[in-house]
């Protein structure tokens, strides 16, 4: 936005050019009452914090914002940065609405908080209802209500259909 600003503000003089436009998730707002409230520590420059719900704290963890965080937007989850220590590596993390982490990657990848209750990561469907793996596969195809991945099993291609909605799967061979 600060771009087309910039843009628009050279072409046609407009006031606007100076103004930055901050968006909720840049004041830590996540949505579903959640907030993620800057630590109050020294140079804390890389917005470490705690989670709020609602004005209450809802968890000890250190999250920060990260670059696929975008909030909840009337989604069950939301993706952030977890940290052990503020001067531990982050782990990148799915939480749910009560601030729960429900999914954590364990490599240097990051997850991909795709719709419902599933999740993505180094091609491998994940459902966020119990963490455990569904399928894994390099071709997927999404409609409103479901997810359709290309699996090769057993020599043969089958395709996974999972629902967004219950985490549940159909095999079609």
Known sequence: MNNLNALFGTLFNSPFDSIKFISPIDKGILGEGIKLISLNIKNNE??????????????????????????????????????????????????????????????????YYLNGHIVVEDNKYYSLLDGKMICGGYSSVSSDSYLFVEVYKEHKKVIYKIEYKTGTFEIFE
């Open 46 to 111: 890389n917005k470490y914090g705690n989670l709020y719900k609602n004005g209450k704290k809802i968890s000890n963890k250190i999250f920060r914002i990260g670059g696929l965080s975008s909030g909840f937007n009337g989604k069950p989850y939301c993706m952030l940065i977890y940290y052990k220590t503020i001067k531990s590596s982050g782990q990148h993390c799915v939480i749910d609405s009560n601030g729960k982490i429900v999914f954590i990657s364990e490599s240097f990848r990051s997850p």
